[in-house]
């Protein structure tokens, strides 16, 4: 298909190419439908294992206050919207997908949802007291940082102000 070159042929051209990422999108859905229950399991996990903790403490005569939030909907509205977002732009990008039929921008950033989804399954499931290695949750939280803040994390001047965020400190405390 070669590029439009007018608006006419544009339009007439830009027709969402379903089947381009109908494996992958397919994909990205079961990811994010278990990405949500073991979210829910590892909130659950997270809030028991802390009533047991205040529990123990008052047993043993210590005062303990609640610290996990547990299941709020607050926190599973977040989820919720970004993974709609995550395939409203799929859909945005597929109706914009024809301007270059050489480069497949749909199927890549479905990928990276794909990619993205399948990091918080391995954080759920280390939540929930799963067999996840450590050096495999040191590069998920290593790929999950925004480039940003591994540039802040790791310079050794002051960074410009422009770089820095509100509450990064460089070294006059800025």
Same mark, same amino acid.
């Given at each position: 298909?070669?590029?439009?070159?007018?608006?006419?042929?544009?339009?007439?051209?830009?027709?969402?190419?379903?089947?381009?990422?109908?494996?992958?999108?397919?994909?990205?859905?079961?990811?994010?439908?278990?990405?949500?229950?073991?979210?829910?399991?590892?909130?659950?996990?997270?809030?028991?294992?802390?009533?047991?903790?205040?529990?123990?403490?008052?047993?043993?005569?210590?005062?303990?206050?609640?610290?996990?939030?547990?299941?709020?909907?607050?926190?599973?509205?977040?989820?919720?919207?970004?993974?709609?977002?995550?395939?409203?732009?799929?859909?945005?990008?597929? =109706?914009? /997908?024809? @301007?270059?039929?050489? *480069?497949?921008?749909? %199927?890549?950033?479905?990928?990276?949802? +794909?990619?993205?989804? !399948?990091?918080?399954?391995?954080?759920?499931?280390?939540?929930?007291?799963?067999? =996840?290695? /450590?050096? @495999?949750?040191?590069? *998920?939280?290593?790929? %999950?940082?925004?480039?940003?803040?591994? +540039?802040?994390?790791? !310079?050794?001047?002051?960074?410009?102000?422009?770089?820095?965020?509100?509450?990064?400190?460089? /070294?006059?405390?800025?």
């Amino acid at each position: 298909m070669n590029t439009p070159s007018t608006l006419e042929e544009l339009l007439r051209s830009a027709r969402p190419d379903f089947a381009a990422v109908q494996g992958p999108a397919l994909m990205l859905v079961i990811l994010m439908i278990i990405d949500w229950i073991t979210g829910v399991m590892a909130a659950i996990i997270v809030k028991i294992k802390d009533n047991r903790r205040v529990a123990r403490a008052i047993a043993d005569g210590k005062e303990a206050k609640p610290q996990a939030a547990g299941l709020t909907s607050g926190v599973g509205i977040d989820g919720l919207l970004r993974k709609g977002a995550m395939l409203l732009t799929i859909g945005a990008i597929l =109706v914009i /997908d024809p @301007l270059w039929p050489e *480069v497949a921008v749909a %199927k890549m950033f479905t990928v990276v949802f +794909i990619g993205y989804e !399948a990091l918080s399954v391995i954080e759920n499931a280390k939540a929930c007291g799963g067999p =996840v290695p /450590d050096w @495999l949750v040191a590069i *998920v939280g290593t790929l %999950k940082k925004s480039p940003r803040r591994v +540039i802040v994390e790791k !310079a050794e001047e002051p960074l410009p102000v422009e770089l820095k965020r509100r509450g990064d400190k460089g /070294d006059k405390g800025e």
